[in-house]
């Protein structure tokens, strides 16, 4: 379903931060998420405001893509963004498809073919050695510039077959450590958004924008 328009005049700077994303599920959790701490600021996606082009993530870390994303939102809107950038590393393959996560098969989205060339990959690694980490970092930019970012973890393991009709991306295969037996994409939102990578990363921006971390 398309996002409402939104006009952009009609918003309050103050108390509202642009979404750089494109991705309705990571506007969801990132908003879901947020709101808790930041019960007054309204969260608008990108696309709501207008046909952006989407910046070339050139970066060779989480953090250095979700600037890029961030930085070319606020220039777009004049209004604070945030954006996340996020993966799957893999130990067995050196950190593999990491930054490249969501087009490890070479089209950007293409969950069924990224998890394919996953398992492809994975095909003759046995199960003790299949640990695996999603990662994502958060990044806050305000109009003056100033950056906050949170990073966060999901450790877990890849499983040898995918299960389970929530979530998006690698979750069929992912099984958290956190939830022994279930993957990420059979747990219901509310279990994901408390245990996942995101939740963790917006946990810790959250602590740095009232304070808590230096």
Same mark, same amino acid.
């Not at 750089?20 to 908003?31: C, D, P, S, Y």
């Given at each position: 379903m398309a996002l409402e328009k939104i006009d952009i005049d009609a918003l309050d700077p103050a108390r509202t931060i642009v979404v750089?994303?494109?991705? &309705?599920?990571? =506007?969801?959790?990132?908003?879901d @998420?947020?709101?808790?701490? &930041? %019960?007054?600021?309204?969260?608008?996606?990108?696309?709501?405001? $207008?046909?952006?082009?989407? %910046?070339?993530e050139t970066g060779t870390t989480f953090l250095d893509n979700a600037l890029i994303k961030a930085e070319a939102a606020v220039e777009a809107t004049g209004l604070p963004a945030i954006a996340d950038d996020s993966g799957l590393t893999v130990d067995a393959l050196d950190g593999e498809p990491g930054v490249?996560? !969501?087009?490890? !098969? $070479?089209?950007?989205g293409d969950d069924a073919a990224n998890n394919a060339k996953l398992l492809e990959k994975l095909a003759d690694v046995p199960q003790g050695e299949r640990t695996a980490r999603f990662v994502s970092v958060v990044a806050l930019i305000d109009?003056? $510039? =100033?950056?906050?970012?949170?990073?966060?973890?999901?450790? $877990?393991?890849i499983g040898f077959a995918g299960r389970g009709g929530h979530g998006f991306g690698y979750d069929p295969l992912f099984l958290p450590d956190d939830t022994p037996g279930r993957t990420m994409a059979e747990?219901? %939102?509310?279990?994901?958004? !408390? @245990?996942?990578?995101?939740?963790?990363?917006?946990?810790q921006l959250s602590a740095k924008l009232s304070g808590e971390l230096a």
């Open positions: 750089a994303t494109g991705n &309705l599920h990571k =506007l969801t959790e990132i908003r @998420i947020l709101s808790r701490v &930041l %019960p007054d600021v309204t969260f608008v996606a990108l696309g709501q405001l $207008g046909d952006f082009d989407d %910046p070339e490249y996560s !969501a087009r490890y !098969a $070479g089209v950007h109009v003056d $510039g =100033l950056v906050t970012y949170g990073e966060g973890f999901c450790e $877990g393991s747990l219901e %939102p509310e279990e994901k958004n !408390a @245990i996942s990578h995101r939740f963790h990363a917006l946990q």
